[in-house]
């Protein structure tokens, strides 16, 4: 596709076959374990399932046009981490990763990485431009971080790290490659959990790395070859045909965020709220630089737990849910998990692709029922 053609358009064309006399306009998906391989196996670029798929491959062309770089899918967002991480460091390596970020992400390090020596440095994510990276391998951070929604100036990060020879790696779940180009930013990795928005319909784990390092994509494919950690055909084939409408939910989903972000900011019966959008936000004016979009994460705190919880029974178009993403709206108490260093009363708001009024309504009256 041309180099000039929008991403919103790309999103609709990336993958796709060009047309031919007769054939569907969409690709079947593959269900194949075996392929047919005679004689040298380098003839072929199918040649065990677990090697590579056609169905894979439309999707990962259909990424790597949206990251503009090379890319590997996986069947979950935490499979792609870990991919990273586990093909990136040896023993003796130092990684940081930022508090205040997924918490399974920190687990994986704690449980799997530490006992065979990799050295782990936990900082929150508006302290990691601050330390010193020299003998540092790889930063993982989060810009959004989730769910208090800092954003890091990820050009600046970059240099700093390359000045002493490690890497950056961004975890961009929250915006997707449409919210956000972490690579052309300057950071040698973008993962991203496609649970979340890139899929968008809250019925499939999946997720992907992309990287414009030829060593580090083949690391990470010889890492999901070893492990196994594959997709599924269907699973694959499901999230490519709901890419097409990736920049059509987002702009409803983040033009909603907007207003009831606006809205949340000026009720009596919200303490603070975080959204990158919003002009007095700490995080607005590195957002608008280096964003495509403010997103549609929000996170804001009511007067107890009680009425956090009361809000979420009482809202009937928000769904209560540990996700985000989604076409529905979606919220969370997310101290219940008693990962996060935040206040019980913390709400994770997730705007959806309802209508704008009905949302508004639906959750003004629930406020004033508190
Ligand atoms: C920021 C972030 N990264 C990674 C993940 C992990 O993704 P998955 O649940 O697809 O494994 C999540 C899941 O919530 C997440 O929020």
């Known amino acids: 596709m041309k180099e000039k053609t929008s991403l919103a358009s790309k999103v609709i064309h990336a993958g796709t076959q060009p047309p031919t006399q007769g054939h569907s306009f969409n690709q079947p998906p593959v269900f194949a374990s075996a392929f047919h391989l005679s004689g040298d196996p380098a003839n072929s670029t199918y040649q065990y399932g677990r090697f590579n798929n056609p169905t894979w491959q439309s999707l990962e062309d259909a990424i790597s046009e949206l990251e503009n770089a090379p890319s590997v899918i996986f069947p979950s967002g935490m499979a792609a981490i870990a991919s990273v991480l586990t093909s990136i460091l040896s023993p003796g390596d130092t990684l940081v990763l930022p508090t205040d970020g997924y918490a399974p992400t920190r687990a994986y390090a704690e449980q799997f990485l530490k006992k ?7 900082t929150k994510t508006l302290k990691i431009p601050d330390l010193d990276f020299t003998g540092i391998k790889l930063v993982l951070i989060e810009s959004p971080s989730n769910p208090l929604l800092d954003v890091l100036d990820i050009s600046l990060l970059a240099d700093k790290i390359h ?7 961004v975890d961009n779940t929250c915006l997707t490659p449409l919210g956000q180009q972490p690579l052309a930013l300057g950071a040698d990795i973008s993962v991203c959990s496609d649970t979340k928005a890139f899929n968008g319909h809250s019925d499939i784990l999946f997720g992907h790395v992309a990287s414009a390092s030829e060593k580090i994509i083949d690391g990470i494919r010889n890492w999901r070859t070893l492990s ?11 999230v490519h045909r709901a890419l097409a409408s990736l ?31 919003l002009k007095n936000d700490p995080s607005y004016k590195i957002a608008k630089q280096q964003m495509n979009n403010f997103g549609y994460l929000m996170s804001f705190e009511l007067n107890s737990l009680e009425a956090a919880e009361n809000f979420l029974k009482g809202c009937q178009l928000i769904f209560d849910a540990t996700s985000f993403g989604g076409m529905h709206t979606m919220a969370e108490r997310r101290k219940r998990w008693n990962a996060d260093d935040i206040p019980e009363a913390t709400i994770r708001l997730s705007a959806g692709c309802e209508k704008q009024e009905d949302l508004l309504s639906d959750i003004s009256s629930t406020l004033d029922r508190l």
Do not use: C
């Open 228 to 238: 196994g950690n594959i997709p599924g055909p269907m699973e694959t084939w499901l």
């Open 116 to 122: 065979f020596g990799v050295n782990l440095i936990l």
């Open 247 to 277: 920049d059509l939910r987002l702009e409803r989903m983040t033009s909603n965020a907007q207003a009831l972000a606006q809205y949340l900011s000026t009720h009596p019966k919200v303490k603070w709220i975080r959204y990158p959008g």
């Open 163 to 169: 000045q002493k020879g490690g890497l950056l790696a």
